[in-house]
């Protein structure tokens, strides 16, 4: 790790404690089941798993606002969570990881969105989901603008984490966009599914590779950049950063060709919440007044140091500096 690096990467997380960011979206508990694999059940061909201990974690938005808290900045989290047992854990979570739990809306008759996996020898071996993807209803989505609305003048930059579960409707969407626009506040996008119409005005998405090929309708690698494009033109976006994994991040911009980042990971244990930290890192850099190019350099250095990690990681300051030491030239 050259100088010039290190230097950019302390000025962040010197400034980082100015940034405020408002981040709004899909809330989840992430369960972890650990064991060990000695045998196959004698009951069906699947391997049985002796239980040793069980970890909990906030996922989805929630671990993108862990993020930020990690890195020193101050954040507000809009999310949904359901009127159950769940819910409780997860709001005591996303208190214990340094966020806020003020702002999260408990809604009755709905499922927290619980994502339960079970790992023998650090292996995946199989993930439960249990959730309510179904949108707001008038009222609730009403109250949930309002609320949003009153936040959004006091932030210095907007995220968005959409996990498709039904907290993003396309009319909060439009609307929280909108506003931001008007403000003069970015908003940084971490879109699902193919349909992304709803991103449009935003400053920013960050999709994976298959789902920026997705989103365009396209199917092969040597589509990426024809892909970049694509949104950027139908989105009215300032930029796109599609993520790829061991082969880095490449990022589009109004004019030239694509910036293209090299993977940092030495090795990836699990890519389980990458993609927040990557937004997180990115939202927290681009608040402190860096440009855009030392904010996704950040952001890919942030995400090499998490899937170093297994299971749900979030990014600190002592993590990165850390990194830096041990890397130094």
């Given amino acids: 790790m050259n100088s010039e690096v290190k230097v950019l990467v302390e000025e962040i997380l010197v400034k980082a404690p100015r940034v405020r960011v408002l981040v709004v979206g899909d809330v989840m508990l992430d369960r972890y089941h650990w064991g060990n694999v000695s045998r196959i059940s004698p009951e069906a061909p ?7 201990r069980t970890t909990i974690a906030a996922g989805g938005a929630a671990n993108v606002a862990a993020n930020i808290v990690g890195l020193g900045a101050t954040v507000r989290l809009f999310g949904l969570i359901g009127d159950d047992a ?5 709001r005591q979570e996303i208190v214990r990881a340094g966020v806020g739990g003020d702002d999260l809306f408990a809604v009755r008759q709905r499922p927290t969105t619980v994502k339960t996996r079970i790992v023998a020898h650090g292996q995946h071996v199989v993930r439960l989901d249990q959730e309510d993807s179904a949108a707001l209803d008038g009222p609730a989505e009403d109250e949930l603008n309002t609320r949003i609305g009153a936040a959004l003048p006091s932030a210095s930059i907007v995220i968005v984490s959409d996990y498709a579960k039904g907290m993003l409707s396309d009319a909060i969407l439009a609307r929280l966009i909108t506003s931001a626009r008007r403000l003069g506040i970015p908003v940084l996008a971490d879109p699902k599914g193919k349909e992304y119409g709803k991103y449009a005005g935003a400053t920013m998405v960050t999709p994976n590779q298959k789902e920026a090929l997705d989103a365009c309708g396209l199917d092969s690698e040597n589509s990426l ?13 300032e930029s796109v950063l599609i993520t790829r994994g061991e082969a880095g991040m490449s990022l589009f ?3 030239g060709g694509p910036v293209s980042f090299a993977a940092r990971a030495r090795t990836v244990f699990d890519v389980t919440g990458a993609g927040d930290t990557v937004i997180a890192a990115l939202g927290t850099a681009l608040g402190t007044g860096v440009g855009l190019l030392a904010a996704v350099e950040f952001a890919n250095l942030a995400a090499g140091i998490v899937v170093e990690q297994i299971g749900t990681t979030a990014i600190t300051a002592s993590l990165v500096r850390e990194y830096l030491d041990a890397h130094s030239d």
């Fill in 86 to 90: 769940e819910g409780d854990v997860l």
């Fill in 225 to 237: 950049e024809a892909a970049g494009r694509k949104l950027l033109t139908d989105l009215d976006l």
């Fill in 253 to 255: 911009r109004g004019a």
């Fill in 46 to 52: 699947v391997p049985v798993v002796r239980l040793e």
